[in-house]
């Protein structure tokens, strides 16, 4: 039996300001897509906003359903958009925030699994890695330099051939 350790790095910062200015203005932008936040039965708000390589911002944030598998979280309804619209304009990075009147969040929200998952799809077309800002209200601001160093077991579509 061989016993094995992975180790992943992430950075992190007191505060936003501490970013530089694209960044912090992009962490802004997820701020702004909560407002559109459709979250009645979690009462969590979470938006998501990518930067593309041409400056453009697209905008994600959850939407829950009655049905509630049939919600969609932040991150993906942002990754779908751009897959869908702009997949000739390479994603820079990713800014994820959540918000809720309900309790206080007081350390970033880390993506689940299957948004990392279509993150690292999207990674890999470019074969570049995609920042990743998480932060909330007054906590600190973790910031992984691309999916697989927070994902290392990821599925690739080289698994699928022999
Ligand atoms: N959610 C996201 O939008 N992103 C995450 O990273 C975690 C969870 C949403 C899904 C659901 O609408 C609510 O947060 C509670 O799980």
């Known amino acids: 039996m061989i016993s094995h350790e992975i180790k992943i790095n992430f950075k992190e910062y007191n505060t936003l300001k501490e970013l530089d200015k694209p960044n912090y203005d992009l ?10 936040s459709h979250s009645p ?62 309790f206080e969040i007081l350390q970033p929200v880390t993506s689940c699994g299957a948004c990392l998952q279509v993150l690292a799809e999207y990674e890999k077309m470019y074969n570049k890695p995609i920042e990743i800002f998480l932060f909330c209200n007054n906590g600190p601001v973790w910031v992984m330099e691309g999916v697989e160093s927070f994902l290392p077991f990821l599925f690739f579509e080289n698994r699928l051939i022999s």
């Open 27 to 36: 962490c802004a932008e997820a701020v702004k897509a909560m407002k559109n």
């Open 41 to 102: 039965y979690s009462k969590f708000r979470v938006g998501a906003a990518l930067r593309l390589q041409s400056g453009k911002i697209i905008y994600g944030s959850n939407q829950e359903n009655a049905a509630y598998p049939s919600g969609l979280c932040a991150e993906r309804v942002a990754l779908f958009h751009w897959g869908a619209n702009h997949p000739d304009d390479p994603i820079e990075a990713i800014a994820v925030t959540a918000h809720s009147d309900e």
